[in-house]
């Protein structure tokens, strides 16, 4: 690809449901599970990871991941393997990213990613439990 590491760009985020992969999403609750304020919820296609109501990382529905990365750490991130940044509706989307299934397929590799995203989310003020409508 031409131009600046900032020119890649990752594939869009709300293409096409589908299921996403199981393994995959068992390895991040392998490096999860003993996180507190951790849980779980399907979105973007995928079953995402988050801290105190804050989505860190996502198992994706086309394969690999969606991670939340600081910003300060996004050229770094751009350098790795399978990594790009993500695309929701057509927009770049600072601070999130996308790896493609390769770029977490090592063990160190994906929990480096979760971290990142766990860090993130963690920095964030705690989101309030929305009120289930009647």
Known sequence: MGGSPRS?????????PV?????????????????????????FGGLATLVNGNMAVA???KGGLLVRVPTDEEDA?????????AVMQ???????????AAGCEADDDLARWV?????VARSLPAKKPKKPKK
């Open 8 to 16: 890649r760009v990752g594939p869009g985020c709300h293409d096409v």
């Open 19 to 43: 299921a996403y992969e199981e393994d995959l999403a068992e390895r991040v609750r392998a490096l999860t599970g003993g996180e507190p304020d951790v849980s779980e919820k399907t979105m």
């Open 59 to 61: 198992a994706r529905g």
């Open 77 to 85: 991130a751009l350098a790795e393997p399978g990594a790009a940044l």
């Open 90 to 100: 057509g927009k770049p989307m600072n601070g999130w990213f996308t790896v493609d």
């Open 115 to 119: 971290a990142r995203g766990l860090s």
